[in-house]
């Protein structure tokens, strides 16, 4: 049970609190509720871009890190296709530094055109390193496409194409920020050795006056129902073929994504897990094999990726794939799931042991709809029922709503 009280802004900042005594250090984690669905066809990439511009400097704090560390204080951000999360770490007694610091770069950060140029040069080699100069890093890039057509979770959060953040022009970009980055779009959580009496007060004083209007109406296209298998094969120079099989997958918010999740679990949780048993231990098909659901807001991916063993045929392991989810689609046993179950009771344990854990899922959550939804997590894992989970799985994999990209290792050039 994580226990918060919860403040709102006048200008629709909430503001989350969580006592932790037990934590030496104080957790400050603000979530955006934007992410690359809420990008451009021609434009995308700009929300991962912003991650790295809100740590170039802002009015009243030219080097954010160099302040942040001065205080002892660590920091760092992610992106995913729904949201942007800011965090910092910082000894409870330098508290109001992570206010100042964060309030300041939502207030005024620095979109001078130099500072543009720089981080869009930053996030352009981290894309030549991590989709073209890496094995196997443009998977995103010819996976989402080929199972989104219409919505927006069909670009990778890196962007598409690097020309769309080399040729957005710096209004663009500054638009970008003042439609998003508003006090109403985001959600501050303060988790460690805290009480409302100080975080309220400190929300009031650093954040209060910041009036940006949020009129961002989300209105994303909705993805039509698959009725037909469609394939890919590229080739590329990598050491393995590799095969990735998607089914599309329920959001986050729906009832059925507890089942969906423990199902990716069954399939290839560990070694005495089904799958990975039959195709990588007995049968030798896979030399590795992983399922899992992608766990977006919106209606998912869930995917099944293997590496296969030389001198196996894609085709060959794709039949081997069946069989195992049709034996897998009605034999679950109450024993598998149980033990997923369990490992999954673990891993949400553990993952809520420090303040920054509590404060990002109290976040998350809040941005769903409510943050009470975490105090909720485990039983909607643990009420899944064995014929549910059976019948989730027969419904899912259907041979018609599959995307299959064979990815097939040679020397292309």
């Not at 020309?163 to 638009?175: L, M, P, Q, V």
């Not at 049968?283 to 869930?302: L, V």
Request: charged fraction near 25%.
């Amino acid at each position: 049970m994580i226990e918060f009280q919860r403040h709102k802004l006048k200008n629709g900042l909430t503001v989350l609190i969580h006592k932790d005594p037990g934590s030496p250090m104080a957790a400050f984690n603000m979530l955006y509720h934007v992410g690359a669905k809420d990008e451009h066809p021609d434009r995308t990439g700009l929300a991962h871009l912003f991650e790295h511009l809100m740590f170039g400097g802002s009015e009243n704090a030219a080097k954010f890190d160099e302040h942040l560390e001065a205080a002892g204080g660590q920091s760092n951000a992610f992106t995913s296709n729904d949201l942007t999360n800011y965090y910092i770490s910082i000894p409870v007694q330098n508290l109001e530094t992570a206010f100042w610091l964060e309030s300041d770069r939502l207030h005024s950060p620095s979109l001078n055109s130099e500072n543009i140029r720089i981080q869009k040069s930053v996030v352009i080699e981290e894309y030549n390193q991590r989709n073209v100069n890496q094995p196997y890093g443009d998977i995103w890039s010819l996976l989402r496409p080929l199972v989104y057509k219409t919505h927006p979770y069909r670009w990778p959060v890196i962007g598409m194409d690097m020309r769309h953040i080399e040729e957005a022009g710096d209004d663009e970009i500054r638009s970008f920020f003042n439609t998003h980055y508003s006090p109403a779009n985001a959600v501050l959580c303060v988790a460690g050795d805290v009480d409302p009496e100080t975080v309220i007060p400190l929300s009031e004083k650093w954040f209060g006056d910041i009036r940006r209007p949020y009129n961002y109406v989300r209105n994303l296209p909705k993805e039509a129902n698959q009725h037909s298998a469609r394939y890919l094969e590229v080739e590329r120079n990598v050491p393995q073929d590799a095969l990735y099989m998607n089914f599309p997958a329920p959001g986050r918010l729906d009832e059925s994504f507890y089942a969906s999740d423990l199902l990716s679990d069954i399939i290839s949780g560990g070694e005495s897990s089904r799958i990975y048993r039959e195709l990588v231990i007995e049968k030798e098909i896979f030399t590795e094999f992983d399922a899992f659901s992608s766990g977006d807001i919106e209606n998912g991916m869930f995917i099944l990726t293997g590496k296969l063993n030389p001198g196996i045929s894609f085709s060959a392991a794709e039949d081997e794939v069946w069989k195992q989810l049709a034996v897998i689609s009605n034999d679950i046993t109450p024993r598998e799931l149980n033990k997923v179950k369990n490992r999954t009771e673990t891993a949400l344990a553990w993952g809520r042991l420090k303040a920054l854990d509590k404060a990002m899922t109290l976040c998350y959550f809040e941005a769903l709809g409510d943050a009470n939804m975490a105090n909720q997590e485990s039983a909607g894992y643990q009420n899944v029922h064995v014929d549910y989970c059976r019948d989730f799985a027969k419904n899912l994999f259907d041979p018609d709503a599959v995307s299959i990209l064979r990815y097939k290792s040679g020397n292309p050039e």
